[in-house]
């Protein structure tokens, strides 16, 4: 079972700041299979970066996604009031399927 | 556009049943699978099933497996989550998502709103 720790837990920025979210994982991922997500407080989920770096449709360019292997980065290049939210990577695993959420990081208005 | 709206969520006894159901429009249902995926309060995501673009496979977290089943009828453009034997645990809000295959990317890219299941007596 693949297990995705992402860290830090809550990162405590201001605006115009840069924003670097961390997801590691159990064992060695398959790129294509890890996603991040954005949820902002009482809102469903939002689809941020597929592909481990690809943007997703109407993402803005300050959202990158990067990383291989065990270990995945989203950074926000410089933080708009509205990013602040909780981050979280997923991966998917095909033997069989399974979906695996890391336990999310939090980006606070320091 | 793409529109995912669940309902049926209310609050249950522990032990009881309860199907959510995950009215979909704005794309072609029969072409895409859908999942799952719950939210339990103040926590974080987690994925509970996943049924493929035909029906023909179902795939479960190991907390749900053998209590519920997902489900699609194509014809109402519909998908379903059938809930038996719940738990206090189960207590979440559930959200319905889109399965996104593209060149052997897998993601899901539209959500819906969420309904709340409360399991309590």
């Known amino acids: 079972e693949i297990v995705l720790a992402q860290s830090p837990g809550t990162l405590s920025l201001s605006p115009g700041d840069r924003a670097t979210l961390s997801c590691r994982a159990s064992?060695?991922?398959?790129?294509?299979?890890l996603t991040w997500y954005q949820q902002k407080p009482g809102q469903a989920p939002r689809l941020l970066i597929y592909?481990?770096?690809s943007r997703a449709t109407g993402v803005p360019d300050r959202f990158s996604g990067s990383g291989s292997g065990a270990d995945f980065t989203l950074t926000i290049s410089r933080l708009e009031p509205e990013d602040f939210a909780v981050y979280y990577c997923?991966?998917?695993?095909?033997?069989?399927?399974?979906?695996?959420f890391g336990q999310g990081t939090k980006v606070e208005i320091k | 556009q793409v529109q995912l709206v669940e309902s049926g969520g209310s609050v249950v006894q522990p032990g009881g049943s309860l199907r959510l159901s995950c009215e979909a429009s704005?794309?072609?249902?029969?072409?895409?699978?859908m999942h799952w995926v719950r939210q339990a309060p103040g926590k974080g995501l987690e994925w509970v099933a996943v049924?493929?673009?035909?029906?023909?496979?179902?795939y479960y977290a190991d907390s749900v497996k053998g209590r519920f089943t997902i489900s699609k009828d194509i014809s109402k453009k519909t998908l379903y989550l059938q809930m038996d034997s719940l738990r206090a645990e189960d207590t979440a809000v559930y959200y319905c998502?889109?399965?996104?295959?593209?060149?052997?990317?897998?993601?899901?890219?539209?959500w819906g709103q969420g309904t709340l299941v409360t399991v309590s007596s």
């Open positions: 998502a889109r399965d996104k295959r593209l060149r052997g990317v897998i993601s899901m890219d539209y």
């Open positions: 064992q060695t991922l398959n790129d294509n299979f």
């Open positions: 997923q991966h998917y695993d095909n033997s069989p399927p399974v979906y695996t």
């Open positions: 704005g794309f072609t249902f029969s072409s895409y699978g």
């Open positions: 592909g481990a770096s």
């Open positions: 049924i493929w673009y035909d029906g023909n496979a179902k």
